[in-house]
């Protein structure tokens, strides 16, 4: 009967562990595994991932290409053989907002444009930031409308009027 004072491992399951610097009989003394001298050898001897000994790293030799720009945009494409598979009780308009909302769309963007790979046979008012002409004419065919949307962009500053000055 298996009790819990009686379990042990299986034969060959565990490992004696490596007792480093145990002296000469060990099998692991005097150098501990560490080899002769050197910086390797020495307590804290190890240097950083990429030095290579004092000469220009790899990741400094090799050029810089490109740039992160921080003001992309990005635009989710749909096209009109996706938006026929939609129900147009459920989706009154179809916008970005609406897409991302009923996870249509996955991930982060700040337009919507619609292609017109695809056909359409249901009616749709859909209002987007770009819209190919023969997606148009597919959607208008199938009883729907379309409104292109101003595409979002930086807003201008307010310009200060001449001549005012502060006064104390």
């Given at each position: 009967?298996l009790?819990?004072?009686t379990i042990?491992?299986?034969p060959?399951?565990?490992?004696?562990k490596?007792r480093?610097?145990?002296?000469?009989g060990s099998?692991?003394?005097?150098?501990?595994?560490?080899?002769?001298k050197?910086?390797?050898?020495?307590s804290?001897g190890?240097v950083r991932?990429?030095?290579e000994?004092?000469?220009?790293?790899l990741?400094?030799?090799?050029?810089k290409?490109?740039?992160?720009?921080i003001?992309?945009?990005?635009?989710?494409v749909i096209n009109?053989?996706?938006?026929n598979?939609l129900?147009?009780?459920v989706?009154?308009?179809?916008?970005?907002?609406?897409?991302?909302?009923?996870?249509?769309?996955k991930?982060?963007f700040?337009?919507l444009?619609?292609?017109a790979?695809?056909?359409?046979?249901?009616?749709f008012?859909v209002?987007?930031?770009?819209?190919?002409s023969?997606?148009?004419e597919?959607?208008?065919?199938a009883?729907?409308?379309?409104?292109?949307?101003?595409i979002?962009?930086?807003?201008?500053?307010?310009k200060k009027?001449?001549g005012?000055?502060k006064?104390?």
């Amino acid at each position: 009967m298996l009790q819990l004072n009686t379990i042990k491992a299986h034969p060959g399951a565990t490992h004696k562990k490596k007792r480093l610097g145990r002296g000469a009989g060990s099998g692991h003394g005097i150098t501990s595994g560490k080899g002769e001298k050197g910086q390797l050898a020495r307590s804290g001897g190890s240097v950083r991932p990429g030095f290579e000994g004092g000469q220009m790293p790899l990741y400094r030799r090799l050029p810089k290409r490109g740039f992160k720009n921080i003001g992309r945009r990005s635009n989710a494409v749909i096209n009109l053989g996706e938006l026929n598979r939609l129900d147009p009780k459920v989706f009154k308009e179809v916008t970005l907002e609406a897409l991302v909302a009923a996870n249509v769309i996955k991930g982060r963007f700040d337009r919507l444009t619609v292609l017109a790979t695809g056909n359409i046979e249901k009616a749709f008012v859909v209002k987007a930031h770009r819209v190919s002409s023969t997606a148009q004419e597919k959607i208008k065919k199938a009883g729907g409308s379309v409104e292109v949307l101003p595409i979002p962009g930086p807003q201008p500053r307010a310009k200060k009027a001449k001549g005012s000055k502060k006064s104390k």
